[in-house]
């Protein structure tokens, strides 16, 4: 599999952190909608946005956070017009049925992409959110939400309203 060897890192960071599992309220996974286009540094051929969903789907299904709430934060969604022009996503994502010049069609197919990776039993364990990181006030605000519902999360369940892709 060509995304071993970054899910293996991936793997690796979670045991790391194995013994603070049973704190974690919430969990924020953040990652660049633009990275499509850039390969992992880790060993120079693996595409940046398909290890990350694989250690998402390692990091969602993890035995020890099956309790835990995930946010999925889509970031730079201000950058992926700039790069769509210049690498068109389909080319990664062969897979991909929409128009290679809709950023509203790949932020959906990525945030589809991301959501199908959590098998388990709970369908509103994951929160996606689609963010603009040049944005400061966007950017301030969806902090306060993410330590308000993080927070909420401590003492009213763990549960978001239930995802549909569509």
């Not at 996503?89 to 509203?104: M, W």
Request: net charge negative.
């Amino acid at each position: 599999m060509a995304h071993e060897k970054v899910s293996v890192l991936c793997i690796t960071n979670i045991v790391a952190w194995a013994y603070n599992f049973d704190k974690v309220s919430c969990i924020v996974y953040m990652t660049s909608l633009p990275e499509y286009a850039t390969l992992c540094w880790e060993d120079k051929k693996t595409n940046r946005a398909r290890a990350s969903i694989d250690c998402f789907h390692e990091i969602v299904n993890n035995r020890e956070l099956e309790k835990v709430p995930f946010i999925l934060v889509l970031n730079k969604v201000d950058m992926l017009p700039h790069v769509l022009q210049r690498c068109k996503f389909s080319s990664e994502f062969a897979e991909f049925e929409g128009s290679d010049d809709s950023c509203t069609d790949v932020i959906a197919f990525m945030k589809d992409m991301y959501m199908k990776q959590y098998t388990g039993r709970e369908p509103s364990k994951v929160l996606p959110i689609v963010l603009n990181t040049m944005d400061t006030t966007m950017m301030k605000q969806t902090l306060n939400v993410l330590v308000d519902v993080a927070t909420s999360l401590t003492t009213s369940g763990h549960s978001f309203k239930t995802y549909d892709p569509k």
